[in-house]
């Protein structure tokens, strides 16, 4: 088997090389593939492959004829295709802005394949994408990444350039894909258009995002687990409410967020389990693997109430402690309940988008008024001490967690004892370069005993599992500002199975 360096080399470099050595014999005055290609959703036996045809990417239709195309695609068991195992063509359908999504079958567990499409004569480059174990098998490690919050205005996608040379399993995302912000003059990248609500809106700026090379070549490299929080949509959106001044009413924003919903799934590797429904998509989900790991993907934005005391930074008002407010509507809490307490894994990861311990914002230190994040779990304090709960005597629940721009690792307390721990990733770009330690950081350490490490750079965590421990990677990049930053480990905090706590190593 070819080694992962030697695939990132070669094969992902192939994104940009193999188009243009054949377009010369095709119809296509532009690369198609201008988008990248990826893999998702990884199960013992396939994956999904994604891709969209756009030779002119922020035109409209992407530069695409109104017409179906028909687009081939192939799995091989080796990098150069000379085995392979799977071949079919879907078409690619303008109704969805020519992207095509295949759900691959029949593969062999807990291996690497490598992928590739052909349309209109024109070949794409080479990806690469690996199976879960089966659900029987006994896995004495694994290694994955997380990562979110990629304001493409902030700075470069130089984290997914290294992530790409990892060797993973899969990549989490915690969401925050694209940022619907219009321009913002004086940031190193800027975006191509003003606000975006409509359909045509959203296409463009996934397309704008999808053309960076970095992120491109992650998705070359891993499948991913795609969620999402609330920039695909409008910053800080819960449920049916816009967070803007002047909200419009639930039956306006149903179609903003019924236009983002279909956009964000016409540029992610997801299943048609995850198609939408007019203004809603079918978004928390679980995977196993093996015996090692259960992995249950929240949604905390769609069914959520609007968020206590006006939302933003403040001390609590009567609202957060209300019993009917939730984070997650009753079916999807009855769902991770049933998950937690299966036992059919040695770890159970909460894979999800916002803070689920409650630290106090004050940036004084021993303030008597505790200020929360409202538009985190701290907000809808009723139900996360009812989830903090079902964790108790559990002692494998780990939670991983974006939205903060920050890295964070700290404990779940249910009462009088840490029941879980939480690992919280930063931004890949949002905020810009960011420091060691911000002004505020000493003040939150201080008033909060259950934080074992606070991080403002930019960057990614990679997590190394076995069946008795646990070690989380904090990766930082010294800038984002410029596309040569460079990557560093900044800290590795181990959690041993049946022990809710951490050290660092």
Not at 61 to 81: I, L, R
Not at 203 to 222: E, G, M, N, S, V
Not at 344 to 373: F, G
Not at 378 to 404: C, H
């Amino acid at each position: 088997m070819l080694t992962r360096r030697h695939f990132i080399a070669t094969g992902a470099a192939a994104l940009v090389a193999a188009p243009a050595i054949i377009r010369a014999q095709t119809k296509w005055s532009a690369n198609p593939f201008s988008l990248g290609i990826a893999s998702g959703d990884p199960a013992p036996d396939g994956f999904v492959l994604w891709t969209r045809l756009a030779p002119n990417p922020v035109e409209a239709h992407g530069g695409m004829d109104p017409d179906t195309m028909p687009v081939a695609w192939e799995v091989a068991a080796d990098e150069g295709f000379a085995a392979i195992v799977a071949r079919g063509e879907t078409p690619a359908r303008p109704e969805l802005a020519h992207s095509v999504h295949v759900e691959v079958a029949g593969l062999q567990p807990d291996r690497p394949y490598f992928y590739r499409f052909t349309a209109g004569g024109e070949r794409s480059g080479v990806g690469r994408a690996r199976t879960l174990p089966l659900l029987t098998a006994t896995p004495r490690q694994l290694r994955f990444g997380m990562a979110g919050c990629q304001d493409y205005q902030s700075g470069y996608f130089t984290a997914y350039r290294h992530m790409a040379e990892e060797d993973l399993a899969f990549i989490f995302h915690y969401g925050d894909y694209i940022y619907e912000y219009g321009p913002d003059t004086g940031t190193p990248r800027q975006h191509s258009s003003p606000l975006i609500s409509s359909l045509d809106d959203y296409r463009r700026r996934h397309a704008q995002y999808k053309t960076d090379p970095d992120l491109q070549r992650a998705h070359a490299a891993h499948p991913f687990f795609m969620t999402l929080d609330d920039h695909e949509v409008r910053n800080d959106w819960a449920g049916d409410w816009d967070d803007d001044d002047g909200p419009p009413p639930p039956e306006v924003f149903r179609l903003r967020r019924q236009s983002a919903f279909q956009a964000w799934y016409e540029h992610m590797p997801v299943r048609r389990a995850q198609f939408p429904n007019g203004p809603s998509m079918q978004l928390y989900r679980g995977a196993r693997y093996g015996n090692l790991a259960r992995f249950d993907f929240l949604d905390t934005r769609q069914y959520r109430t609007n968020q206590p005391c006006g939302d933003g930074y403040k001390t609590a008002c009567p609202e957060v402690t209300s019993a009917r407010a939730h984070m997650i509507d009753a079916e999807e809490e009855a769902w991770l309940n049933r998950n937690l307490t299966r036992r059919d894994a040695r770890w159970n990861v909460v894979a999800q988008q916002v803070m689920m311990m409650s630290i106090d914002r004050s940036e004084t230190p021993n303030r008597s008024a505790k200020v929360l994040n409202l538009d985190s779990w701290a907000g809808y304090e009723v139900q996360r001490r009812r989830l903090l709960a079902r964790m108790r005597g559990l002692d494998n629940v780990v939670v991983l967690t974006g939205d903060e721009h920050s890295n964070y690792a700290g404990l779940l307390h249910d009462r009088d004892r840490p029941v879980a721990v939480e690992f919280v990733g930063t931004s890949v770009t949002s905020d810009g370069d960011g420091e060691e330690m911000p002004t505020w950081g000493p003040a939150f350490i201080a008033n909060n005993p259950q934080l074992k490490f606070l991080n403002n750079r930019r960057g990614y965590l990679t997590c190394d599992v076995t069946p008795g421990e646990w070690r989380s990677n904090f990766m930082v990049l010294d800038k984002v500002s410029t596309p040569d930053g460079s990557l560093s480990k900044r800290a590795t905090f181990v959690v041993e199975r049946g022990r809710p706590d951490m050290r660092e190593a």
